[in-house]
């Protein structure tokens, strides 16, 4: 990466200038735990991870190009979240927000349905992986619960500002004083600016967004392994009985989407038949159960098709996000790139 189109420095390298020369002596760990909560807040405000890492690069730059500003009067972490809010804004200015393909149109019907051509990736909300939210277990279940889908796809509905301000506020606990030193602004604005954000949230409970994923508890795993035994046997029948009768199912970059059970088995049974003979890895992605499809390419292996994101209510599957045609996220998941 070119510094003012002089120096290149790759990321190790960035971390090692960055903890041992901008702030004489930051150790690892520490400069690793704020990148990590950095990448938490930028995936939020942002809706893509890939998005995410680029925001939090360019916010180190900045920080080592311009730490001879950095005066000491706040914490280094507050500084550090005011550069990458500031990334970020400028990122939601370029490139627009990212949408789930609920908020885009009413469930599709299957009489005479014609899967239509994927989109661009940089359209939808993409997932991320578990290991990016913060180690603090006091902040895990808080952690999880904003970074799930519905939860970052409502997000993007607000301003960028809106956006930064409910974050900052309701998901990290700064203080009122904290935000709008951050955002640049008023104690009064930045308040004012969370009661219209908190007003124009809409719930994880809204018509299109899916239902919250449970926390993974006994009767959990087992639907899961029940719903894994299902899928990889592609026995249809068996794999609806798991899913509630208003079970949703998206799959991104296609902008079609399917409400109820019924309606997602025939799916199954119709366009989505080549999935027959798939194998899932299990993964964990935005606070929920999640797994790798490998689906069989017909010479004796399995090549990567999608990441699906399941989503669990009272006992039964709720959601089916599985974003396909994305290889780049097997890489992101640390997955093989075949089995």
């Known amino acids: 990466m070119a510094i003012d189109g002089q120096t290149t420095l790759d990321q190790v390298t960035v971390s090692t200038v960055f903890a041992d020369t901008v702030f004489g ?12 909560e950095l990448t938490g807040y930028c995936y939020r405000m942002l809706g893509s991870p890939f998005d995410a890492e680029d925001a939090v690069q360019d916010t180190m730059m900045r920080a080592w190009r311009e730490h001879g500003r950095f005066e000491g009067r706040s914490s280094l972490r507050t500084w550090l979240y005011r550069i990458a809010t500031n990334v970020c804004i400028d990122m939601l200015r ?18 005479g349905l014609h899967v239509p051509s994927p989109e661009s990736e940089r359209k939808w909300v993409l997932p991320a992986p578990d290991a990016w939210l ?17 939860f970052v796809a409502a997000l993007q509905r607000l301003t960028p500002r ?23 602004t008023t104690v009064a604005s930045a308040n004012s600016a969370l009661q219209r954000a908190r007003i124009a949230m809409p719930t994880a409970e809204s018509p299109g967004l899916g239902h919250l994923a449970s926390d993974g508890n006994d009767a959990d795993q087992a639907l899961l392994e029940e719903y894994v035994t299902a899928f990889e046997a592609y026995d249809i029948s068996r794999l609806t009985t798991l899913l509630r009768a208003d079970a949703i199912q998206s799959m991104p970059p296609f902008a079609m989407w399917l409400r109820g059970r019924e309606n997602i088995g025939q799916f ?5 038949a080549e999935c027959r003979g798939s194998r899932l890895l299990p993964v964990r992605a935005n606070g929920c159960a999640a797994f790798a499809q490998y689906r069989s390419d017909h010479a004796g292996g399995h090549a990567p098709w999608g990441i699906q994101v399941i989503q669990t209510q009272d006992g039964q599957l709720s959601a089916l996000h599985v974003f396909v045609l994305m290889p780049e996220l097997f890489t992101l998941f640390g997955l093989p790139a075949k089995l």
């Open 25 to 36: 002596g930051l150790d690892r760990p520490e400069y690793e735990r704020l990148t990590r």
């Open 162 to 184: 809106q956006r930064a301000v409910l974050i900052l506020r309701d998901v990290l606990q700064f203080s009122a004083a904290e935000s709008a030193e951050l955002l640049g």
């Open 134 to 150: 913060e180690a603090d277990p006091a902040q895990r279940v808080i952690s999880a619960e904003s970074v799930r889908l519905a």
């Open 268 to 272: 199954m049974l119709g366009p989505g």
């Open 94 to 111: 370029s490139r627009g927000r990212r949408s789930v393909p609920m908020d885009l149109e009413p469930p599709s019907t299957l009489d």
